[in-house]
């Protein structure tokens, strides 16, 4: 029997803040897994700490909620171990772009086959509004109550320059578009990121659904060709040349590159799960002797 | 038969490979042999020294003493000749000019023309520590052929000519002595049998992949590196995955994230790294996800003094991690239960679901022992099922299931039906994060409720030397190497001493001290200020010991310091000081060289 949207729902009600970006979020992933037949039992989705960290409990597949900023290299060891699964990994951009950047730079160089999913609302929202790497400059929040005076984060030019062999941008207020872009991710081999806006309806005023739909479009409609990494940079960069008129979303830039754990002769038949326990260490002891 | 050489040089001038080729000639003649390497935090300038001690009895502990100085710089001789035994030999480089110093009487000093001896054997100067190591063995009149059988398999890969010119060399620092002196020691191979020489941290890595271990992920770190660079070198031979990653955070997590997948994956740091574990540390007791971190301790707090050795991370590591959560430690007291319990860790981490830690440090990581060889290894994985009937749709596998003996039967992702959260949050018996009162104190009591199983597999604490003495010395980790060669010597004194050693660290019961309760007199011995094993002790089970002897300096102790506060114990009448601090005979650093206008 094929796998279906609703074979990924669980009992449990979905804890976030009504209207909450997430909703979409979540809905778009189950979407994406459904059509792709994936298996539940061969899903592994692994979370941080925060309003995205509540992610795996939402969908029925196997799930892992470490610590804040830390799911990425979770999901690493998860693949390295039994590349078979299909491994997403789900932060926010506290967990994953301040918290844990440092994995996010190196997990890109090394380009594991796994998908990152960012819930980007540009603020903290679990710990109740402080200001993230990705709040735009001037807003106010409980930590920079006269404006926020630091350049935000860039996650795509980021990715695009980092080694991210799939780096794409969605919109959790388009959850058809989302969708398809989380399928794509899914599918890449290498190391893929989703950014995903994800409006914050109770801490972020300025970031709305409404301030979004003003200003985003499809790059899918504008003829981008997301192999030429020059272009992909100046979309990247569209949003702040463009004072937040232009903002772009959809996939930025692709290639192909061979995943870390398929460069590995030693897993190249068979999997570290499926190794036998026992190893013959007699030519090892004898560099001993 | 007991002797002792020293090899001293600059730092970066290939000491370590000169120390353990030696090593290996006599290990290769059945005898027990330790090599004690002694460096600076510095990769050039500074001094290095290692000593290779050799015996055909047990032989356990560095001491003092020196029989053969290999000094291949002037600063050599300066830092070891006031170490040597009168009737010793110092062998140096003809270049150096040494009629500065003031050599003991009787001790035979010989310089060798280096570099004429490598341009007639037709060596290059990257061959001088053969022709030094050939030269050394003709001071105990050793027979060359065992050191050219090592040579062979060293150079074998490089081709024929390099092992030839490596022989020759070696020969030719060999006749040198053999005309111009006469050898101070007459040592011969005992027998033909071949002893493994190797490092704590090799038998560590041994010991983890023989227990299956298929994921190792960790940051670089003296003096756990060399676990790290022994298994990147064979990872393709054991056929598994090890990683160097970008931080020691990411290092635990990674291989936290494969044991949830199904493999036994363990991480290895020092104390400052694993400071930035100590979060994952309750993640994984938590979420009840086996881990396994190899901590080889080294002088703190901080950056400390990075290549020198210390016991003072055992109270840290016993309480990392915000929370009330199980954990076991565990400490090898030699190189044989370094394989042994690296490779029992993974049976405990995994029957129980909680994180291990094996404490090190300097002296046991990065020292290197003969052994006659390791044991099978048993592996036991504990509750984890791979099959599992359906269940109705939408509905979670119990993951966290309330459990008699507090263990859950763990399910690998890739398992039809057992989809579930393994989380960080407390949880409902589905893994589901809850804040209900009872189920918080029924999941608490279920994970504490584990040490009982667990208690009744942790070994009692071993006891060495007769059961009847006046002084039992107590210790744990690797001053059970010390202390054993110090038992030796004080029994050949007449004294009656024996000693309890604690390789399982925690959790304790009352029981374990049953014996020090019973002991005359006790002595324990840390390598720390603060005596902190003493202390978890008292804590658990409520013993203290009548005399603690600690040493802080940066050294293990050598066994003569342990004789000589032992004895002056006796001396008192077992009176005086409770706490005595021990510091070295030989108060040169190693560092600052320019400090002694070298």
């Not at chain 1, 999901?75 to 990994?89: E, P, Q």
């Not at chain 2, 006469?182 to 005992?190: A, E, L, Q, S, T």
Request: proline share 4%.
């Amino acid at each position: 029997m094929a796998v279906t949207i609703n074979d990924f729902n669980v009992k449990e009600k979905m804890q976030w803040c009504p209207g909450c970006g997430n909703f979409g979020l979540i809905g778009a992933l189950k979407g994406a897994l459904a059509d792709l037949e994936k298996n539940l039992h061969e899903v592994v989705i692994v979370s941080g700490i925060g309003c995205s960290g509540k992610s795996p409990h939402y969908v029925n597949t196997y799930g892992f909620e470490g610590l804040h900023g830390r799911p990425v290299p979770v999901a690493s060891g998860i693949k390295m171990a039994n590349r078979r699964l299909t491994v997403i990994a789900e932060g926010g951009d506290g967990d994953g772009y301040q918290e844990g950047v440092q994995h996010f730079i190196h997990v890109m160089r090394r380009n594991h086959d796994i998908t990152y999913l960012v819930h980007d609302n540009q603020i903290y929202g679990l710990t109740t509004g402080q200001a993230s790497s990705t709040t735009l400059m001037g807003t106010r929040t409980k930590t920079t109550p006269f404006g926020n005076i630091e350049i935000p984060f860039n996650p795509i030019l980021t990715a695009i320059d980092g080694g991210a062999t799939y780096v794409a941008r969605g919109f959790a207020g388009d959850v058809v578009h989302l969708k398809e872009l989380i399928k794509g991710a899914i599918q890449h081999k290498g190391f893929s990121l989703v950014d995903i806006f994800q409006p914050c309806v109770t801490f972020n005023k300025v970031n709305t659904y409404d301030w979004f739909r003003e200003r985003v479009y499809k790059l899918e409609e504008a003829n981008h060709n997301p192999a030429d990494k020059k272009a992909a940079r100046e979309k990247a960069e569209e949003d702040i040349a463009s004072d937040y008129n232009m903002v772009p979303v959809g996939l930025f830039y692709k290639e192909e590159r061979v995943p870390y754990e398929e460069q590995l002769p030693q897993v190249k038949d068979k999997t570290l799960v499926d190794k036998e326990l026992d190893v013959d260490l007699k030519k090892a002891y004898e560099e001993f002797l | 038969m007991k002797l002792t050489f020293r090899i001293g040089a600059q730092a970066g001038a290939g000491v370590m490979v000169t120390g353990r080729m030696l090593g290996k000639c006599f290990t290769r003649g059945n005898y027990n042999v330790l090599g004690y390497p002694e460096y600076p935090s510095l990769v050039r300038g500074g001094h290095n020294a290692y000593q290779v001690r050799i015996s055909d009895i047990g032989i356990t502990s560095p001491i003092s003493k020196c029989d053969v100085l290999l000094a291949l710089n002037r600063d050599a001789i300066f830092y070891h000749k006031d170490i040597m035994e009168e009737d010793g030999m110092i062998l140096y480089d003809k270049e150096i000019d040494a009629s500065a110093f003031e050599i003991k009487k009787g001790v035979t000093l010989l310089a060798l023309p280096i570099k004429e001896l490598l341009e007639k054997a037709g060596g290059s100067a990257l061959m001088a520590n053969a022709l030094e190591i050939g030269a050394a063995l003709a001071a105990i009149n050793y027979p060359i052929e065992i050191f050219e059988t090592v040579l062979r398999d060293e150079f074998s890969r490089k081709g024929d000519d390099v092992v030839n010119k490596n022989i020759a060399v070696a020969r030719a620092g060999y006749e040198y002595v053999k005309e111009n002196a006469k050898h101070v020691r007459d040592v011969k191979p005992i027998s033909e049998n071949k002893k493994m020489f190797l490092t704590g941290n090799e038998a560590i890595a041994l010991g983890a992949v023989k227990s299956g271990m298929k994921f190792f992920s960790a940051y670089p770190m003296t003096p756990a590196s060399s676990i790290l660079h022994y298994l990147c070198a064979h990872e393709r031979d054991f056929e598994i995955i090890v990683k160097q990653t970008e931080d020691e955070i990411s290092a635990i997590n990674e291989a936290i994230g494969a044991n949830f997948a199904g493999v036994r994956a363990a991480t290895c740091t020092s104390g400052g790294g694993f400071a930035l574990m100590t979060e994952s540390m309750g993640l994984a007791g938590l979420s009840e996800t086996p881990i396994v971190v190899f901590l080889a301790q080294r002088t703190g707090p901080s950056t400390g003094m990075p290549t020198w050795t210390e016991q003072a991370d055992l109270r840290f590591a016993l309480h990392s991690g915000q929370g009330d959560f199980l954990r076991v430690i565990v400490a090898p007291g030699d190189v044989n239960e370094a394989f042994e319990l690296a490779a029992e860790a993974f049976n405990i981490s995994e029957k129980y679901q909680i994180p291990v830690i094996l404490l090190s440090d300097k002296f046991l990581s990065e020292s290197v022992f003969s052994t006659d060889g390791f044991p099978e290894v048993k592996i036991e994985r504990g509750k984890i099922v791979h099959e599992l009937a359906q269940l109705p749709p939408n509905t979670r596998y119990e993951r966290y299931k309330i459990t008699d003996d507090g263990v859950s039967p763990r399910v690998f992702p890739g398992t039809h039906n057992g989809m579930h959260v393994a989380t960080s949050y407390e949880h409902d018996e589905t893994g589901f994060s809850s804040e209900s009162f009872s189920m918080r104190k029924k999941q608490v009591d279920k994970r504490a409720s584990k040490v009982n199983g667990l208690l009744k597999e942790i070994p009692e604490p071993k006891t060495y030397g007769g059961d009847e003495a006046d002084i039992t010395l107590v210790t744990w980790g690797s001053m059970k190497l010390p202390a054993i060669e110090a038992l030796n010597r004080l029994g050949n004194n007449g004294k009656k001493v024996n000693m309890v050693h604690f390789s399982y660290l925690f959790p304790l019961t009352m029981d374990k001290v049953k014996k020090l309760k019973e002991a005359k007199h006790t002595v324990m011995l840390e390598n720390n200020s603060t005596a902190q094993f003493a202390g978890i002790l008292k804590e658990y089970c409520g013993w203290k010991p009548d005399f603690i002897l600690l040493k802080y300096t940066g050294r293990p102790f050598y066994a003569e310091e342990i004789v000589e506060e032992v004895d002056k114990i006796y001396d008192a009448g077992f009176k005086g000081d409770k706490v005595i601090t021990v510091l070295d005979n030989e108060d040169l650093e190693y560092y600052n060289p320019q400090r002694y206008g070298l």
